[in-house]
């Protein structure tokens, strides 16, 4: 007779392997991409005093900026990503990258932890700094439009 520790044993692995090949709805998406955009919400008001509207138009111009202010081999977004942002990107090593707009790639901005990730990564290459709560609201609203 199993135990309780292997019945435990079991059902941990067992909704380990459920985990790992639960692939997000569209709708299961939004949600997790509306509580990041929240996320940023929730920064960027701490720092105003009337609530940020984030602005895909905003977004757009971050995303298609020129920078002189970061590394000189990457000084925009869409040295990587590429100009359309249904469009695959790639890295200067040659790797591919998935496309940033949503309708391209659904589960974009999905996981605030690889976000968050990237987002530091990259400002940091093309601006030469961090983006702000604002900046990174307004490129995800940008790409939610895409
Ligand atoms: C040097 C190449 C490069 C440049 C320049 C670059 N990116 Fe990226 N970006 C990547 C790679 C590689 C990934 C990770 C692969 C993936 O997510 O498909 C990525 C992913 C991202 C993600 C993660 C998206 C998600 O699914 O959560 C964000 C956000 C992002 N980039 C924003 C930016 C912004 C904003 C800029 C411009 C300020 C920028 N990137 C410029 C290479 C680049």
């Given at each position: 007779m199993m135990n309780m520790k292997m019945t435990l044993t079991y059902f941990v692995a067992t909704i380990a392997i459920i985990g790992a090949g639960w692939t997000a709805t569209p709708a299961q998406a939004k949600d997790a991409r509306d509580s990041?955009?929240?996320h940023y919400q929730a920064q960027a008001d701490q720092t105003g005093g009337t609530p940020t509207i984030f602005s895909a138009a905003r977004g757009k111009a971050l995303f298609q900026?020129?920078?002189?202010?970061?590394?000189?081999?990457?000084?925009?977004?869409?040295?990587?990503h590429m100009a359309t942002p249904t469009a695959r990107g790639r890295t200067r090593a040659g790797k591919e990258i998935a496309p940033l707009a949503v309708s391209a790639t659904p589960d974009r901005f999905t996981d605030l932890k690889k976000t968050e990730k990237w987002f530091?990564?990259?400002c940091t290459s093309v601006l030469g700094r961090q983006c702000t709560p604002v900046e990174k609201g307004?490129?995800?609203?940008?790409?939610?439009?895409?």
């Open positions: 990041v955009l929240a900026g020129q920078f002189t202010t970061g590394k000189p081999e990457t000084p925009s977004c869409t040295s990587c530091l990564r990259n307004d490129f995800i609203t940008f790409m939610k439009t895409k």
